[in-house]
């Protein structure tokens, strides 16, 4: 493909990525903007003029399925030889190389999980802990170790990270991960993480293994760099080695991994690190119609009435596809009744033509899935719940994908009909069209198995001469680049584990609070990421998205829950909010204060929450460490004036200015509470603590009384 044919396929915005050629870049890549196609563009175009040699480009990523995507796409745009390779994977085969050369032998031996050696290390230190402390406790090591935290450290930085693992305390999780790292290193075994930390030291401390490194890649682009960790940023400037020839792709809306050691200053702060950097905006969704977008952005600006959206770089999504069906939005009685209503309209889009893989049921915890599960079983509607193994590494289809070889290497492949012979193949495992009734192990391995059969019928239906051979090839390639089939059946997932997809007909369910978010969210930043969360989620709907709740857990039980916080604004009144309105309509009136909040519509309890009309579990609709700042300057203002604080500005007035950060003269005349007098008296003070000065710089001299 001619170099200038590959710019024809691009919008403005894409073709200014992929005419980016020399670093630093940065991209600030919305949701469903095309951003695999402007990175991947980008490098084709740098190959076609000869300003890259494919072989001296890394393009990293965080998923498997995300690089062989990135592969694929090469492949047809002319650029075959790039590596593209997640960082663990990059990482681990330069570890591999040079490991014998610099220390001799093999390297450590590469575990495929930390639990037996967690348990192992938990029983050294004679703490008992059950299975799901052991995950947890596994996750934590991970997040230790990427953010480089020391198992001698760990008690002490873990408080003021707000780390905890349930049930233990800092010390004991300080000890266990210290055996931990002993046992592993008795065993001659490495984690994950160590396969980062190894190919860092090599990298940092022999200067042939660097100078290597540096001699082969001369050209990264990073995507996901909203992921990335303390050690992969580090990994990647000992890549670059002083070099600035570096593109990253990221959304700071989508940062939803912080938990696990992801740091979104990394992409924040790229044009600071990197002053003659490039940075561009892709804005023009392809996925979504624009009643979805218009969701999408509204969630992000959160309870803010200004204007823009309220997380810091994320950009505004503007729809490319035609208008839809309207946004549905669902209050229920309880979860059981969330799940039919749910299933039934499952089977209303299937009838309408709408193919079952094209669905998705999303919520944000694994546990809400049992629901659902039994709704659709009790429907005869297959489903398929994503979460488990890669699916190419699963046992069941490794032992499939043995068997078809077996068959060709008997001489089976004459047979024409190729569906046929692999349901053959896989019903000698016992495989059927018809669904186990257990969930479980059972359903799990029918369901690979079904995704294999439907491989099978897509693969027929698209090749002119379709043999198992050539099926088998092409499960091959799969394979190799994690690129799993999809069964015929509606998605079950939690919403990180339906980062990167997108169906046409999305479900979010279980939007109340205490869920979304998460009732372990206890800061203003968690809450945050819970907001980003289910905007990820949201953003997953091509065509028709519906958001629901339930008022109680189970049926019969007391109607205790409220919607979402995050939904204060988007969605229409609901019977809930009604009845809470009738509730409390007399006092209001009498009193001529807010008898609801707000934001979530749900009765306030106190005088101070009906004086500032939002409830104190809502999250606060300004920014919380401004308007703290604000207060100080005001408390030494008023002490400098000798007169009472509330005399300078009155708290809702300091809120008002945290909310909406005006930045000129004109738009603080705009608050209410400011008027010409005190516009002339505090207008500088005011905008300068707005621009992040402290109170004791901006009163650096005590104000004339």
């Not at 050696?117 to 052991?134: C, M, W």
């Not at 994690?482 to 059946?489: C, D, L, S, T």
Request: charged share 25%; glycine share 8%.
């Amino acid at each position: 493909m001619g170099a200038d044919r590959l710019l024809e396929a691009l919008d403005p915005e894409q073709r200014q990525v992929a005419e980016a050629l020399r670093g630093p870049v940065r991209v600030l890549a919305g949701a469903g903007t095309g951003k695999t196609r402007a990175i991947t563009h980008r490098i084709a175009y740098g190959v076609a003029t000869g300003t890259y040699n494919p072989l001296e480009v890394l393009a990293v990523t965080f998923t498997t399925r995300a690089a062989g995507e990135m592969r694929s796409r090469l492949r047809s745009l002319g650029a075959p030889g790039v590596q593209a390779r997640t960082f663990h994977s990059a990482a681990l085969r330069q570890v591999r190389w040079f490991w014998p050369k610099v220390y001799g032998g093999e390297p450590p031996q590469l575990i495929e999980s930390k639990i037996p050696i967690v348990a192992g290390a938990a029983r050294r230190n004679r703490i008992q802990v059950d299975q799901g402390t052991l995950r947890d406790l596994a996750s934590e090591i991970e997040w230790a170790k990427v953010s480089n935290v020391r198992p001698d450290d760990y008690e002490r930085v873990a408080p003021g990270r707000l780390r905890e693992v349930s049930g233990l305390d800092a010390a004991s999780v300080a000890h266990v991960f210290g055996t931990y790292e002993e046992l592993k290193r008795e065993q001659g075994r490495m984690d994950m993480e160590d396969v980062l930390l190894i190919a860092a030291a090599l990298l940092s401390e022999d200067e042939r293994v660097s100078s290597s490194v540096r001699q082969q890649y001369k050209w990264f682009v990073v995507d996901e760099y909203q992921d990335v960790s303390p050690i992969q940023a580090t990994l990647l400037d000992l890549w670059l080695g002083g070099r600035d020839e570096i593109c990253v792709v990221g959304d700071p809306a989508q940062t939803i991994y912080s938990f696990a050691g992801a740091r979104a200053a990394y992409l924040h702060e790229f044009s600071r690190t990197h002053p003659n950097a490039t940075s561009i905006e892709l804005v023009r969704n392809y996925r979504s119609t624009p009643q979805v977008i218009e969701a999408a952005n509204h969630l992000l600006k959160g309870p803010s009435t200004g204007s823009g959206t309220g997380v810091p770089g994320a950009v505004t999504l503007r729809a490319q596809q035609p208008s839809g069906e309207p946004v549905v939005w669902r209050e229920v009685a309880d979860e059981v009744a969330e799940a039919e209503a749910v299933a039934d309209d499952v089977v209303a889009l299937q009838r309408s033509g709408v193919p079952l893989r094209e669905m998705a049921v999303l919520f944000r915890i694994n546990a809400q899935s049992e629901t659902f599960e039994e709704a659709l079983a009790s429907r005869s509607i297959p489903y398929v719940v994503r979460g488990a193994a890669r699916f190419f590494e699963r046992p069941e289809v490794r032992q499939a994908l043995a068997l078809l070889r077996a068959s060709l290497r008997a001489g089976e492949a004459a047979r024409d009909d190729l569906v046929g012979q692999v349901s053959a193949v896989l019903a000698g495992m016992g495989w059927s069209t018809e669904a186990p009734a257990a969930r479980g192990q059972a359903r799990d391995r029918w369901e690979s198995l079904t995704a294999l059969v439907s491989q099978a019928e897509e693969y027929a239906t698209a090749d002119l001469a379709p043999t198992l051979e050539g099926f088998v090839a092409e499960l091959d390639r799969r394979a190799q680049e994690q690129h799993a089939p999809v069964a015929e059946g509606v998605t079950l997932a939690t919403l990180h584990a339906a980062k990167g997809l997108e169906w046409d007909a999305v479900f979010l369910a279980g939007l109340q609070d205490g869920t979304v978010p998460f009732s372990y969210a206890t800061t203003p930043e968690a809450i945050e990421e819970e907001r980003r969360l289910l905007y990820v989620g949201v953003t997953r709907a091509r065509k028709q998205l519906t958001l629901s709740w339930s008022l109680a857990r189970n049926p019969g039980g007391q109607a205790r829950r409220k919607p979402s916080r995050f939904l204060a604004g988007m969605r229409p009144e609901s019977a809930s909010d009604r009845a809470v309105v009738q509730t409390g309509s007399k006092s209001g009136r009498r009193r001529g204060k807010a008898s609801i909040c707000k934001l979530c519509r749900r009765p306030l309890a106190s005088a101070r929450e009906r004086n500032r009309g939002f409830c104190s579990e809502c999250p606060l609709p300004y920014d919380e460490s401004l308007f703290e700042s604000l207060k100080q300057w005001r408390k030494q203002r008023a002490e400098a004036e000798s007169v009472p604080a509330f005399v300078v500005f009155s708290d809702a007035t300091l809120e008002a200015l945290a909310e909406v950060r005006p930045g000129d003269r004109q738009a603080l005349l705009r608050i209410n509470g400011i008027g010409a007098a005190k516009l002339e008296r505090y207008a500088d003070d005011v905008l300068a603590v707005l621009s992040g000065s402290s109170a004791d710089e901006v009163l650096g001299e005590a104000p004339a009384k």
